[in-house]
Structures are given as C-alpha cells and as structure tokens.
C-alpha cells in the first residue's frame, strides 16, 4: 500500500525502537534469505504447527524479509486479539536428551533479543513466549519469558560468550542469555 507521504509497505519507515541487528539497514543482508535461513522458516512453521495442535490459537509470523524485533504473535482463532508475542529459535545440532543433560535445559539467546522483546511486550501489553524447537526430535518446548509490563518471569543469566554469529555460521563475542527451560511445556 502507498501512503500519503509516499512511503509503501516494502519496508519499514520512520525511527526504529531499538536497532535489531546489522542487517536494519540493509533488509537484502538478511541471514533468512539464505538457504539454511530458508529451512529454519519451514521448521518454524513446523513448529506453529505443533503450538497450534495443542492450543485454540493462531501463530502469525512476523515478516521474514525484514528485521522484525518478535518471530510471531498469537492470536486468538478469530484473530480479535493479540495474546503473546513469540521468540522462536530451531535448534539442529541436540534432541531433547542432550539439551537437558549436557545444555541443563539451557536455551541461549542473544540478550539484545530479550531486550527487544520486552519493546514489543510494554507497547502491546503481551507477555512473550518462548518457542524453542529441538529438529531432531520434533519437538516444541514452550515457556512465559516476560510479562505483559516487560519484566522478565523465568531463570535467566546473562553472559558475555563466544557463539555462532548468525545460522549461517561465524563467531561472534556478545551478550547473551541463558534461559533455564527445564519447566517448559514440552509439545510433539
């Protein structure tokens, strides 16, 4: 759609809530137009699916061709309201064993995720999940991270750590968070 002040809908306009990343800027450096970032849209989509078996609500993606601070929101069935906004990772290299004994149910994120998150959670008064889908196995575990107001509502460290930069590959030192998921509900 073209706006009055010429603007359309391809990409987002005006100022940015908090930079998400080195790819704001540029939406075609993006890590999910890649072929790997290809498959982890398909996963994530598989694991909407399994949310969506178990629950009476709908799983909206947010786009993927642009840095979009949440993966998703849900919705109730008839899309009259927003009751989450969603964090979802695909996670290929671990089954559900590994992660919780050798990982201590363990899930790392970058902490600028949660600090994104918790933007989206005051301005639309959500809480956020987590969705975090170990491949392998098909299987989703799910958790509250913050609450409608932002504040987080589960175990979480933060530390500064070498990790994979992007899905792509690359190192990177940052922030990240470790959030303990060894209560999550576990969906197949």
């Known amino acids: ?65 642009r840095p979009a601070l949440v993966d998703a929101v849900i919705l109730k069935k008839n899309g009259s309201e927003i009751l989450y906004a969603v964090e979802t990772k695909c996670r290929y290299d671990m089954d559900l064993k590994r992660f919780t004994e050798e990982r201590n149910s363990e899930w790392l994120i970058t902490a600028e995720k949660i600090d994104n998150a918790k933007v989206v959670c005051q301005s639309l008064c959500v809480p956020l999940l987590g969705f975090l889908y170990i491949v392998p196995d098909k299987c989703l575990l799910v958790d509250k ?8 509502v589960i175990g979480i460290k933060y530390q500064d750590t070498a990790t994979q930069k992007t899905i792509n590959g690359g190192t990177i030192v940052r922030r990240n968070a470790f959030i303990n998921m060894s209560k999550a509900k576990i969906l197949f």
């Open 1 to 65: 759609m073209i706006w009055r002040d010429g603007s359309d809908d391809s990409y987002p306009v005006g100022p940015r809530l908090r930079d998400a990343g080195t790819n704001m800027q540029n939406p075609s450096n993006l890590d999910i137009l890649t072929e790997l970032g290809q498959k982890s849209v398909a996963d994530e989509q598989d694991a909407a699916l399994i949310w969506e078996r178990h629950f009476p609500l709908k799983y909206i993606s947010t786009p993927k061709d």
């Open 145 to 152: 991270i913050l609450d409608e107001h932002g504040n987080i």
